[in-house]
């Protein structure tokens, strides 16, 4: 990265207040992290659609695939992709327009959006707008590499894990596949599992898990449980700091999944 980095590390008061959640897709990642910001009271960042927003910006400006590997800072900066703080999270813009959600989801951006934020031109340039986001703390960012690249200082990352064929069956159904047939599970737990290896193995910003993070098994956990345990630990954070004793991860948060 050659972004600058928060001007501030692990024993300052703000990063008690920061929290990331990095996992594989199709953990729940973004929708757990949005529900844990409502109930802290801190602002979200979608690390994913700051990607995905560069992505619909290439696919607009007609960039041909062959070209988006030589792309540069300045190029970047001629898309017209802009961050602007919102109330409750960062709203993204292009050309002066926040952009719907629903643009950010079509089948062509995710089509091209792995390949767009595997490239180390777009994750430098993005990297300063996430810092920025946390400049006073009080946020919640999920990604694949939240706190081990961007936020390292922050005291409460959580990498999220699920059984491949539970990952499937809950990304079939948030594409309305409410009961997949046997193939469809099999299809699904295919193409998870080879993102996997495919983000594992990239050069830059690979999806691992931090030294320092607690592991969270959500494939027998409801999505109520998931996120009372994100918060739990976010307000132990907050809390010891408020009181001067700074909580570890505890023994045994290794994967095992309480709550």
């Known amino acids: 990265m050659t972004g600058s980095p928060l001007s501030y590390g692990p024993d300052d008061p703000r990063a008690a207040t920061l929290v990331t959640l990095d996992g594989p897709a199709g953990v729940g990642k973004s929708t757990t992290a949005r529900a844990v910001a409502d109930a802290l009271g801190y602002r979200y960042l979608d690390s994913g659609s700051l990607y995905r927003a560069v992505t619909l910006a290439l696919l607009r400006a007609h960039v041909p695939n062959d070209r988006v590997d030589d792309l540069d800072a300045e190029a970047l900066r001629g898309l017209g992709v802009a961050v602007r703080p919102g109330a409750e999270t960062l709203e993204l813009l292009l ?108 050069a830059v910003a690979p999806l691992r898990r931090a030294e320092d993070a607690r592991e969270l098994d959500t494939t027998h956990l409801s999505f109520a449980e998931q996120v009372a345990q994100v918060v739990a630990w976010a307000r132990g954070e907050a809390a010891g700091e408020a009181s001067g004793i700074r909580e570890g991860a505890p023994e045994g948060s290794e994967g095992d999944g309480s709550v």
């Open 95 to 202: 050309d002066g327009a926040v952009i719907p959600d629903a643009e950010l989801r079509t089948p062509e951006v995710t089509a091209l959006v792995s390949h767009v934020a595997r490239l180390p031109a777009v994750r430098d340039w993005l990297f300063d707008a996430q810092q920025a986001a946390a400049s006073q703390g009080r946020l919640v960012a999920d990604g694949r590499d939240m706190g081990t690249v961007v936020f390292p200082q922050a005291r409460t990352k959580v990498f999220l894990v699920a059984d491949p064929r539970e990952r499937a069956r809950r990304r079939l159904r948030d594409h309305g596949v409410a009961e997949p047939t046997e193939a469809e599970l099999a299809g699904e737990t295919e193409r998870l599992m080879a993102r996997d290896a495919q983000d594992e193995a990239r």
